[in-house]
């Protein structure tokens, strides 16, 4: 009898097939980081700009000035303004602008606007208070000028009227008082109320009379 074949036995048989394997997921990016706290951000920003002094709630009360003294307040004499002008005139500080002639006066502020002193030339401010001084003496029409400049300026007169004759019946026809009043507007007490002045146009007194603005 022929023998049976024997059964072949595969080698490759008995090995497991395994299925390939899959490569790993790229790793995700990394988180961004975090903000800081805000008591971080608070001490970087001391530890940068170092100690820091605490400011005071109130400042320090001021003294008062002493009142002036007696001499500061004494009214000068009309000889003591005579040559405190003349000083001025000399150094060239007098507070005014002087033009005139024989018959015309003018005086203003440094650096006062000359369009306004133009209106004032072409009697355009009306003028809501007048003075009398012609036939006083310069003695009697110093105070009387000084009290009327003051009380017009209280009142809130812009402009005013101030009347001074031309002198023509005085001793060698010299216009003693307008010359006056000129040194009053610009040099006396009523000086620190007065802008500007001139002689009015002819309806209101003309070379008799002067325009006078006050301050405000």
């Known amino acids: ?109 440094q650096g006062f606007d000359e369009r306004v002193l133009r209106k004032l030339r072409r009697g355009e401010f009306a003028h809501r208070a007048q003075l009398d001084l012609h036939g006083l003496t310069k003695e009697e029409a110093k105070p009387a000028l000084e009290k009327f400049v003051t009380e017009a300026r209280l009142a809130g007169h812009r402009c005013v009227l101030v009347v001074t004759g031309r002198g023509l019946h005085s001793e060698a026809s010299i216009p003693v008082l307008k010359q006056s009043v000129q040194s009053w507007l610009t040099h006396g007490r009523p000086a620190r109320q007065v802008l500007a002045f001139c002689s009015a146009r002819p309806e209101d007194g003309g070379a008799g009379a002067v325009y006078v603005l006050l301050r405000r």
């Open 1 to 109: 009898m022929a023998k049976k074949p024997e059964p072949f036995n595969n080698p490759f048989s008995k090995l497991k097939l395994e299925p390939p394997k899959r490569s790993a997921a790229p790793a995700p990016p990394p988180a961004p980081p975090k903000p800081k706290d805000r008591d971080d951000d608070a001490a970087l920003f001391l530890e940068s700009v170092g100690e820091v002094a605490p400011v005071r709630a109130k400042a320090d009360r001021v003294a008062p000035k002493d009142p002036p003294a007696a001499d500061q307040l004494r009214i000068p004499s009309e000889e003591a303004e005579s040559l405190a002008r003349l000083a001025e005139l000399v150094s060239g500080d007098g507070a005014f602008d002087l033009a005139d002639s024989d018959e015309f006066i003018e005086g203003a502020v």
